[in-house]
Every structure is written in C-alpha cells, then in structure tokens.
T-cell receptor, first 112, second 112 residues
Framework: DVKVTQSSRYLVKRTGEKVFLECVQD?????MFWYRQDPGLGLRLIYFSYDVKMKEKGDIPEGYSVSREKKERFSLILESASTNQTSMYLC???????????FGPGTRLTVL | LAKTTQPISMDSYEGQEVNITCSHN???????ITWYQQFPSQGPRFIIQ???TKVTNEVASLFIPADRKSSTLSLPRVSLSDTAVYYCLVGDHSSNTGKLIFGQGTTLQVKP
C-alpha cells in the first residue's frame, strides 16, 4: 500500500513562529503536493514539486515556502505563522504521469 | 487546466444508485478525467479515472460521452458510508506538471 505520512495530526503554534510541516511518501513518486483545506473553500493547492529541488507555485503560495531535498520528503514552511494560516494541511504524492494522487491524513494547524 | 462544474450537493437514500455529473466544456485532447472521494477529517481518495466511454471498477463506474464535455460518476446501491464529498478533476497527466487541481466538489448525503 502507498503510504503518505505527515509529521503531526494536530499542531498549535503562536503568531510569528516559523512552522515546518513534513510529508514523507514511500512509493518513489515523482510528484508531491501541499494543499490547505478550509470550510467553504475546498482544497487549494499551495505548492507542487515534480522532482527533487523542483517546485511550482500553486494557487495560494503567499506566506509559504517548500523544500524538497530528497525524493520521498516534501516540507511546507510557514516563515512567520499568522492566524489566517489556521487550517487543515494535506500532503499528497503521485506518479509523474498518473493523475492518481495519494493523500496523507492531514495536519490540523492552529495559529494563536 | 480545464474548469469543472459539479452540483454543490446531492441527497440520496440507501440502496439507490447515485449519479454525479461533472461538466468540463473546455477539456483538451490529452486530458483525463479523475474522481476522488473525501470523508470528513481525511484526505481525498482516488476512485476512478477515464479518458472516454466507460470505465468500471469495484467502487464505481465512470461514463464519458463521445464529446467528453461532461462525465458521470455512478455509485451503485449507496450506503450510509458513501456519504462524502466527491471531486471531479480534469488534467493532462502526460505533461510533466501533473498538477492536481480540485474544485468545490459535490457533497453527497446518503440517508437511511
């Protein structure tokens, strides 16, 4: 079974803190994604990576950065957390040409 | 990426067949159609993918007419556990971007 794991299920941080969300997949997938999901707004793509050290901005990259130093690991970084970044964060991976994404369980981040 | 339009919500009863239609008028020649299912507090799960005509697996069927401007996800004999949000995605997975862009989805409520 494909497994996508995220470092935390729940996280509480303070405004201004630097936050790292980690995602690891074990299926040698080329593509990895970070989304946030908010009620009424659906799943919005923050960043996408199709190879090590390669990244593309999604629809809402402002306030976020990413790092992909190894194929299996994709990190989302909130440089200075703000309350409007309180959300559910979902990581996913897929083979390069498949369109079949596999999602992690999500991290519910609360910024106070 | 082709824009998709789905109903916001649908209601059904246990044992009924449910058909959810997605419109994608601007679908391109190389685009595939993919459907995902999402339960509360979980990441989306891939259900089915197709290019044209009909695709069936153990979970659902996908009907795509010849013009490919719409597609219909068919869930046979739904149960309460099929209550979820269903997303239709359209994308060219033969390119190296491979982005997965989600719309608002259709919230299916199955009643006893």
């Amino acid at each position: 079974d494909v497994k996508v794991t995220q470092s935390s299920r729940y996280l509480v941080k303070r405004t201004g803190e630097k936050v790292f969300l980690e995602c690891v997949q074990d299926m040698d997938h080329e593509n990895m994604f970070w989304y946030r999901q908010d009620p009424g707004l659906g799943l919005r793509l923050i960043y996408f990576s199709y190879d090590v050290k390669m990244k593309e901005k999604g629809d809402i990259p402002e306030g976020y950065s990413v790092s992909r130093e190894k194929k299996e690991r994709f990190s989302l970084i909130l440089e200075s957390a703000s309350t409007n970044q309180t959300s559910m964060y979902l990581c996913a991976s897929s083979l390069l040409y498949s369109g079949q994404g596999f999602f992690g369980p999500g991290t519910r981040l609360t910024v106070l | 990426l082709a824009k998709t339009t789905q109903p916001i919500s649908m209601d059904s009863y246990e044992g009924q067949e449910v058909n959810i239609t997605c419109s994608h008028n601007n679908i391109a020649t190389n685009d595939y159609i993919t459907w995902y299912q999402q339960f509360p507090s979980q990441g989306p799960r891939f259900i089915i993918q197709g290019y044209k005509t009909k695709v069936t697996n153990e979970v659902a069927s996908l009907f795509i007419p010849a013009d490919r401007k719409s597609s219909t996800l068919s869930l046979p004999r739904v149960s309460l556990s099929d209550t979820a949000v269903y997303y239709c995605l359209v994308g060219d997975h033969s390119s190296n971007t491979g982005k997965l862009i989600f719309g608002q989805g259709t919230t299916l409520q199955v009643k006893p």
